[in-house]
């Protein structure tokens, strides 16, 4: 049995919803009633049947969706996808490697045949089948990594690994939260970090360059990430600000549980094999209040969460202005009993 | 966030005497399948089991990258190192299993550099065989630089020559041949990235040779592994465990801690990539670091110590492990 793709949009009528079934796997992203940074980064093994980790490249109901947004802001803006020179041989790596894991987990969905450097590979909820020859761009539409991550959901972005340090040098962003690929592109861990509050000071940014710069092939790492959004809208990008900014401005006590959205990035880091690059795929869940609320254990610990948020990090995630209508909303299916540990609902 | 890496369960299927001193050893999968994807200058670290004993070494893989049916890795024999090359030589036959690391790379290529220079020592040619054999698939820009100390003893350069002509050049010490460095260097055009790997000596004057003719830090890439060195036995205490080991002359403090069951992160055995940095709780006595991980601040302080290269000599030293 294969997945039902939705159709739906993620602007313009917004018409973007989660299925009763897509509501309880959400990653929710707090394992307790409050939040501070942590380097909360684990092995990227596979999870529970049912859950988003149960493939390690997950694809679920909203991709078909999600792709035709993507090919939407490529033709507006191409800056999304950007790859310098050297990292042709990372996009190769990455191509191979999310056809892989596409093929293996959704093997009714995604087919790659390999023989020798001819490969075939077909796409059917896209309706594509290519043959190509592995390693050589001419054969392909695209670059590797663009062809490849116009079939993917969540951003990727590809950092080459040099002079003990990670450096952005390719990525296909287009569903990320208020950063820009063509802004840090070249850049390197410390220099596209600098604007994150308070985690300089505790001196993340330094172990977190040590863990990632010592990942293994093989050994996968992952965390989760999170912040809000108003509307369903992937494409939350500085280019787009006066598109998106002024929604925040439109929340109400009376739409809350349909305008604002929790954003939960599941963040993966793999080690590429012939480029010895480190890929960083960026996926985006999102799902609104109403449809949290439907799961009280997360109602009520949401609410704790954003009421207790240090200002610094509500500032930087962009919920200063609308912060005190969504704990208002949230307050009220909060009846102050004890939540269970752990992230999955009740 | 244990950093260690996957394990491959291999079996030897060919061993292939070069010359007089190094024997090259193929591994496949047991299982039959194919082995992951490397990159140039990638390493394996390979388990030998010896009776009571295991060592591990790295070893540079010198195969095609773009060919993952087999790895292959050349060991120079070293009759006064800690064993480990004479077991792979006199004990090492095909058919036997064994196990290996998955591939790290430590001596990564620069892919923005507009041409490779590289420069090998002895058996240090074995990174640059892969790295060669990747860059000319991809149609890359290199020279190779080879000094061996007689013609028999030039590992594979008669196979260098043949598939890479004159972008190999090679020198023989028992001719009196030596590289021009200040030539060489001084005569590369602008976006060179420089790769050295040979005996330290060899190392030290290529970085302080490119470093005088303004070479930028980041163009010059060496690979540094130190074999742990054999030495005086010495008595360690592991606080966190609460074991008390004592460390055998030919084995390093990281096999003497693994064989009493703690198992510290590593990745390269060699003193570089800072895997296995220990903290030292107290100690009476002198250290013979041998890392290129610690800073010197750090070696005089006494505070830290690199297990997989480095001893010590005294009274007592008790480590945070």
């Given at each position: 049995?294969?997945?039902?793709?939705?159709?739906?949009?993620?602007?313009?009528?917004?018409?973007f919803?989660?299925?009763?079934?897509?509501?309880?796997?959400f990653?929710?992203?707090f394992h307790?009633?409050?939040?501070?940074?942590?380097?909360?980064?684990?092995?990227?093994?596979?999870?529970?049947?049912?859950?988003?980790?149960?493939?390690l490249?997950d694809?679920?109901?909203?991709y078909?969706?999600?792709?035709?947004?993507r090919a939407?802001?490529?033709?507006e803006?191409?800056?999304?996808?950007?790859?310098?020179?050297?990292?042709?041989?990372?996009?190769?790596?990455l191509?191979?490697l999310?056809?892989?894991?596409?093929?293996?987990?959704?093997?009714?969905?995604?087919?790659?045949?390999?023989?020798?450097?001819?490969?075939?590979?077909?796409?059917?909820?896209?309706?594509?089948?290519?043959?190509?020859t592995?390693?050589?761009?001419?054969?392909?539409?695209?670059?590797?990594?663009?062809?490849i991550?116009?079939?993917s959901?969540?951003?990727f972005?590809?950092?080459?690994?040099?002079?003990?340090?990670?450096?952005?040098?390719?990525?296909?962003?287009?569903?990320?939260?208020?950063?820009?690929?063509?802004?840090d592109?070249?850049?390197?861990?410390f220099?596209?970090?600098a604007?994150?509050?308070?985690?300089?000071?505790k001196?993340?940014?330094?172990?977190?360059?040590?863990f990632?710069?010592?990942?293994?092939?093989?050994?996968?790492?992952?965390?989760?990430?999170?912040?809000?959004?108003?509307?369903p809208r992937?494409?939350?990008?500085?280019?787009n600000?006066h598109?998106?900014?002024?929604?925040?401005?439109?929340?109400?006590?009376?739409?809350?549980?349909?305008?604002?959205?929790?954003?939960v990035?599941?963040?993966?880091?793999?080690?590429l094999?012939?480029?010895?690059?480190?890929?960083?795929?960026?996926?985006?869940y999102?799902?609104?209040?109403?449809?949290?609320a439907?799961?009280?254990?997360?109602a009520?610990?949401?609410?704790?969460?954003?009421?207790?948020l240090p200002?610094?990090l509500a500032?930087?995630?962009?919920?200063?202005r609308?912060?005190?209508?969504?704990?208002?909303?949230?307050?009220?299916?909060?009846?102050?009993?004890?939540?269970s540990?752990?992230?999955?609902?009740? | 966030?244990?950093?260690g890496?996957?394990?491959l369960?291999?079996?030897v299927?060919?061993?292939?005497?070069?010359?007089?001193?190094?024997?090259?050893?193929?591994?496949?999968?047991?299982?039959?399948?194919?082995?992951?994807?490397?990159?140039?200058?990638?390493?394996?670290?390979?388990?030998?089991?010896?009776g009571?004993?295991?060592?591990?070494?790295?070893?540079?893989l010198?195969?095609s990258?773009?060919?993952?049916?087999?790895?292959?890795?050349?060991v120079?024999?070293?009759?006064?190192?800690?064993?480990?090359?004479l077991f792979?030589?006199?004990r090492?036959?095909?058919?036997?299993?064994?196990?290996i690391?998955?591939?790290?790379?430590?001596?990564?290529?620069?892919?923005?550099?507009?041409?490779?220079?590289?420069?090998?020592?002895?058996?240090?040619?074995?990174p640059?065989?892969?790295?060669t054999?990747?860059?000319?698939?991809?149609g890359?820009?290199?020279?190779?630089?080879y000094?061996?100390?007689?013609?028999?003893?030039?590992?594979y350069?008669?196979?260098?020559?043949?598939r890479?002509g004159?972008?190999?050049?090679?020198?023989?010490?028992?001719?009196?041949?030596?590289?021009?460095?200040?030539?060489?260097?001084?005569?590369?055009?602008?976006?060179t990235h420089?790769?050295?790997c040979?005996?330290?000596g060899?190392?030290?004057?290529?970085?302080?040779?490119a470093?005088?003719?303004?070479?930028p830090?980041?163009?010059?890439?060496?690979?540094?592994?130190?074999?742990?060195?054999?030495?005086?036995?010495?008595d360690?205490?592991?606080?966190?465990s609460g074991?008390?080991?004592?460390?055998?002359?030919?084995?390093?403090?990281?096999?003497?801690?693994?064989?009493?069951?703690?198992?510290?992160?590593?990745?390269c055995?060699?003193g570089?990539?800072?895997?296995?940095?220990?903290?030292?709780?107290?100690?009476?006595?002198?250290?013979?670091?041998?890392?290129?991980?610690?800073?010197?601040d750090?070696?005089?302080?006494?505070?830290?110590?690199?297990?997989?290269?480095?001893?010590?000599?005294?009274?007592?030293?008790?480590?945070?492990?």
């Amino acid at each position: 049995m294969g997945i039902t793709f939705r159709k739906e949009t993620f602007r313009d009528d917004f018409t973007f919803r989660n299925s009763p079934e897509h509501i309880r796997r959400f990653p929710f992203p707090f394992h307790e009633d409050a939040y501070m940074y942590a380097v909360n980064i684990e092995p990227h093994v596979v999870g529970p049947k049912g859950s988003v980790l149960e493939n390690l490249i997950d694809v679920d109901e909203h991709y078909v969706a999600e792709m035709q947004d993507r090919a939407l802001v490529l033709a507006e803006d191409p800056l999304r996808c950007q790859s310098l020179p050297h990292m042709t041989l990372a996009g190769w790596d990455l191509l191979e490697l999310l056809m892989e894991q596409q093929a293996l987990g959704y093997p009714e969905h995604f087919t790659l045949t390999r023989d020798g450097d001819r490969w075939r590979w077909i796409n059917r909820p896209l309706g594509i089948d290519d043959t190509f020859t592995f390693g050589d761009t001419s054969t392909l539409p695209y670059g590797p990594m663009e062809y490849i991550t116009r079939q993917s959901q969540g951003d990727f972005c590809i950092l080459d690994q040099r002079d003990g340090n990670l450096w952005m040098d390719a990525g296909m962003v287009t569903t990320q939260a208020d950063w820009s690929l063509d802004f840090d592109i070249g850049m390197n861990f410390f220099e596209w970090h600098a604007p994150v509050p308070l985690a300089h000071e505790k001196g993340i940014f330094v172990r977190a360059l040590k863990f990632l710069t010592n990942i293994q092939q093989g050994k996968p790492a992952r965390r989760l990430n999170w912040t809000m959004t108003i509307n369903p809208r992937l494409d939350t990008s500085p280019e787009n600000y006066h598109k998106w900014g002024p929604d925040r401005a439109t929340v109400t006590p009376e739409n809350v549980g349909d305008k604002v959205h929790l954003r939960v990035e599941l963040q993966s880091f793999w080690r590429l094999p012939r480029s010895n690059g480190i890929v960083f795929p960026i996926r985006c869940y999102l799902i609104k209040m109403d449809e949290l609320a439907t799961q009280p254990k997360w109602a009520r610990r949401l609410h704790r969460v954003i009421r207790d948020l240090p200002d610094e990090l509500a500032n930087y995630k962009g919920l200063t202005r609308y912060r005190p209508a969504l704990v208002e909303w949230l307050s009220k299916l909060d009846d102050g009993s004890a939540t269970s540990p752990g992230f999955g609902p009740d | 966030m244990s950093t260690g890496t996957t394990k491959l369960d291999v079996v030897v299927s060919d061993v292939v005497p070069v010359n007089e001193l190094v024997t090259r050893f193929h591994f496949r999968r047991r299982d039959g399948a194919l082995l992951p994807t490397f990159s140039g200058g990638a390493h394996v670290v390979v388990e030998m089991r010896d009776g009571e004993r295991t060592r591990l070494n790295p070893y540079s893989l010198m195969g095609s990258p773009l060919d993952t049916r087999e790895y292959t890795i050349s060991v120079r024999r070293d009759d006064v190192g800690r064993g480990g090359s004479l077991f792979m030589h006199r004990r090492v036959r095909p058919g036997l299993e064994m196990v290996i690391s998955y591939p790290v790379n430590l001596f990564s290529l620069d892919l923005r550099a507009k041409k490779h220079l590289m420069l090998a020592g002895g058996i240090g040619i074995t990174p640059f065989m892969a790295q060669t054999a990747q860059l000319a698939g991809e149609g890359g820009n290199f020279e190779l630089h080879y000094t061996c100390r007689t013609a028999s003893l030039g590992t594979y350069a008669d196979v260098l020559r043949e598939r890479y002509g004159r972008r190999v050049r090679l020198y023989h010490d028992d001719r009196g041949e030596r590289i021009d460095l200040d030539r060489l260097l001084s005569s590369q055009p602008l976006g060179t990235h420089l790769y050295v790997c040979g005996p330290a000596g060899m190392i030290g004057w290529v970085r302080e040779c490119a470093a005088a003719l303004g070479w930028p830090p980041e163009t010059v890439h060496f690979e540094h592994f130190a074999a742990p060195q054999p030495g005086l036995p010495f008595d360690v205490m592991l606080a966190v465990s609460g074991k008390a080991i004592r460390v055998g002359e030919q084995q390093s403090l990281l096999e003497a801690i693994e064989a009493a069951g703690v198992d510290p992160p590593y990745l390269c055995r060699g003193g570089v990539c800072g895997q296995c940095e220990t903290n030292v709780v107290s100690s009476d006595g002198k250290f013979i670091h041998n890392d290129h991980w610690l800073s010197e601040d750090d070696h005089r302080s006494g505070c830290k110590i690199m297990p997989c290269v480095s001893r010590f000599e005294g009274k007592s030293l008790v480590l945070e492990r």
